[in-house]
C-alpha cells in the first residue's frame, strides 16, 4: 500500500500538470509506409485515452491564441494536426476524427494537390475536408528549405499560397516546414509572410505565455514506431528559458564536438541531454545554468536534434543540412 501510494505521488505531477500537446499524423492504415503510418485501430486506442482520461482536443489556433495572447495553455489541452495530405487520411483518417468529433488542422503541401498525385487528396476532397477542420499551408513543393535560396523559398510559397487562395478561396494562417526543417535565414525570409504561428517537428509540450515560442511551436509525431511513445508524449511539459548556444549550424565535418545550452533557471542542478545517433539521453551536471556536454560524435544523417531535458521537462531542437 505504502509503495502504491510513493508510486502515485511520483507519477502524479507528470500525469495531471502536462500544458499541452500537438500531435502530428501523415498517413492512415497504409503500411506500405510504415515510418510515416498509423493504423486507425491505434488512432481510436489514442482518442479513447483522452476521453476517458479528460482532455480537451482543441483546435490548434486555440493553442496559438493563447500562446499569442501570453497565457498559460491549459493542461490537458491537446490538438492535431496531420502533414501533407495524403489520401489516406480522407479515405481513413477522416472517419475517426469524425466520430469522436476532434477538430484538425490538415497541412497541405500543395503541389501534390495540384498536379494530381495519386496519394494525395484532390482539391475536391479538401473542400469536404474542410467541413469538419481546417486545411493549412506546408508549402508548394516540399522541399528542404534550408537547402533552397531565398528567392527559391519565396516563389515556392508564393505559388502555394495563391493556389490555396484559387481553389480554396483561403489565406493560411499557420505554416509548417517542410521536414521540420528551418534555421535562422529561413525563418527570416518567412517573416513577411505574417503567419499567426509556424510549426516544427521536435517532441515537446506548449506551456505557453513567454515560455513558448509562436513561430517556432512543437509538434510530436506519433507516427511509425513512435505511436508507441504517445502516453509518454503527454506527459512531457516545455522547459522554459532554453538558449541552444552551440552548435548553431550544422557542422560541416558532421561532427557535434560540444554542446553547449544555457538554463534561465539557475536552481537547476542535473539535467539529460539528446543528440541523434548517439544513444539517447545522457546524464550531465549544470552549472549556474550552464551545460556544457562534449559529444565528439559523427552525424550520420542529414538531420541532427538536440535536445534538453529536466525531469519530465523537455526541449528539443534541429540542424539540418
Ligand atoms: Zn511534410
Same mark, same amino acid.
Not at 485515452?49 to 482536443?57: D, W
Given at each position: 500500500?505504502?509503495?502504491?501510494?510513493?508510486?502515485?505521488?511520483?507519477?502524479?505531477?507528470?500525469?495531471?500538470?502536462?500544458?499541452?500537446?500537438?500531435?502530428?499524423?501523415?498517413?492512415?492504415? +497504409?503500411?506500405?509506409?510504415?515510418?510515416?503510418?498509423?493504423?486507425?485501430? /491505434?488512432?481510436?486506442?489514442?482518442?479513447?485515452?483522452?476521453?476517458?482520461?479528460?482532455?480537451?482536443?482543441?483546435?490548434?489556433?486555440?493553442?496559438?491564441?493563447?500562446?499569442?495572447?501570453?497565457?498559460?495553455? *491549459?493542461?490537458? @489541452?491537446? #490538438?492535431?494536426?496531420?502533414?501533407?495530405?495524403?489520401?489516406?487520411?480522407?479515405?481513413?483518417?477522416?472517419?475517426?476524427?469524425? &466520430?469522436?468529433?476532434?477538430?484538425?488542422?490538415?497541412?497541405? #503541401?500543395?503541389?501534390?494537390?495540384?498536379?494530381?498525385?495519386?496519394?494525395?487528396?484532390? @482539391?475536391?476532397?479538401?473542400?469536404?475536408?474542410?467541413?469538419?477542420?481546417?486545411? &493549412?499551408?506546408?508549402?508548394?513543393?516540399?522541399?528542404?528549405?534550408?537547402?533552397?535560396?531565398?528567392?527559391?523559398? /519565396?516563389?515556392?510559397?508564393?505559388?502555394?499560397?495563391?493556389?490555396?487562395?484559387?481553389?480554396?478561396?483561403?489565406?493560411?494562417?499557420?505554416?509548417?516546414? *517542410?521536414?521540420? &526543417?528551418?534555421?535562422?535565414?529561413?525563418?527570416?525570409?518567412?517573416?513577411?509572410? !505574417?503567419?499567426?504561428?509556424?510549426?516544427?517537428?521536435? =517532441?515537446? #509540450? =506548449?506551456?505557453?505565455?513567454? $515560455?513558448?515560442?509562436?513561430?517556432?511551436?512543437? %509538434?510530436?509525431?506519433?507516427?511509425?514506431?513512435?505511436?508507441?511513445?504517445?502516453?509518454?508524449?503527454?506527459?512531457?511539459? &516545455?522547459? $522554459?528559458?532554453?538558449?541552444?548556444?552551440?552548435?548553431?549550424?550544422?557542422?560541416?565535418?558532421?561532427?557535434? %564536438?560540444?554542446?553547449?545550452? +544555457?538554463?534561465?533557471?539557475?536552481?537547476?542542478?542535473?539535467?539529460?541531454?539528446?543528440?541523434? !545517433?548517439?544513444?539517447? @539521453?545522457?546524464?550531465?551536471?549544470?552549472?549556474?545554468?550552464?551545460?556544457?556536454?562534449?559529444?565528439?560524435?559523427?552525424?550520420? %544523417?542529414?538531420?541532427?536534434? =538536440?535536445?534538453?531535458?529536466?525531469?519530465?521537462?523537455?526541449?528539443?531542437?534541429?540542424?539540418?543540412?
Amino acid at each position: 500500500m505504502l509503495k502504491l501510494l510513493l508510486l502515485l505521488l511520483l507519477l502524479l505531477p507528470y500525469s495531471l500538470l502536462a500544458d499541452g500537446h500537438i500531435f502530428v499524423y501523415h498517413r492512415f492504415d +497504409d503500411n506500405r509506409y510504415p515510418t510515416t503510418n498509423i493504423s486507425t485501430k /491505434k488512432l481510436r486506442q489514442e482518442f479513447n485515452y483522452l476521453k476517458k482520461h479528460n482532455y480537451k482536443v482543441v483546435r490548434i489556433i486555440d493553442i496559438v491564441n493563447k500562446i499569442r495572447a501570453n497565457e498559460k495553455v *491549459p493542461d490537458k @489541452w491537446v #490538438a492535431f494536426s496531420i502533414d501533407d495530405g495524403f489520401k489516406s487520411f480522407y479515405t481513413h483518417g477522416l472517419s475517426v476524427f469524425r &466520430e469522436f468529433h476532434y477538430p484538425f488542422t490538415l497541412f497541405i #503541401a500543395v503541389k501534390y494537390t495540384e498536379k494530381n498525385y495519386k496519394d494525395y487528396v484532390s @482539391w475536391k476532397q479538401l473542400k469536404k475536408i474542410a467541413q469538419y477542420g481546417s486545411i &493549412e499551408f506546408h508549402s508548394y513543393g516540399h522541399g528542404h528549405f534550408g537547402e533552397m535560396s531565398n528567392k527559391q523559398i /519565396k516563389e515556392d510559397m508564393d505559388r502555394g499560397l495563391a493556389l490555396m487562395k484559387k481553389h480554396l478561396n483561403y489565406e493560411p494562417n499557420l505554416f509548417v516546414y *517542410p521536414y521540420g &526543417e528551418y534555421d535562422s535565414r529561413v525563418k527570416k525570409v518567412l517573416e513577411p509572410y !505574417n503567419f499567426k504561428a509556424v510549426f516544427n517537428q521536435n =517532441i515537446g #509540450a =506548449i506551456h505557453g505565455g513567454t $515560455c513558448s515560442n509562436v513561430y517556432d511551436i512543437d %509538434r510530436s509525431a506519433v507516427v511509425g514506431s513512435n505511436a508507441k511513445d504517445f502516453k509518454l508524449y503527454l506527459a512531457f511539459k &516545455e522547459l $522554459c528559458g532554453v538558449t541552444f548556444r552551440r552548435p548553431l549550424s550544422y557542422p560541416k565535418d558532421k561532427i557535434i %564536438r560540444t554542446i553547449e545550452i +544555457d538554463l534561465a533557471d539557475k536552481s537547476i542542478k542535473k539535467a539529460s541531454v539528446f543528440l541523434s !545517433n548517439s544513444g539517447g @539521453w545522457h546524464n550531465v551536471n549544470v552549472h549556474n545554468g550552464k551545460i556544457i556536454y562534449h559529444a565528439n560524435k559523427k552525424m550520420k %544523417r542529414n538531420r541532427i536534434k =538536440i535536445g534538453v531535458k529536466v525531469r519530465n521537462k523537455i526541449k528539443l531542437m534541429v540542424l539540418s543540412k
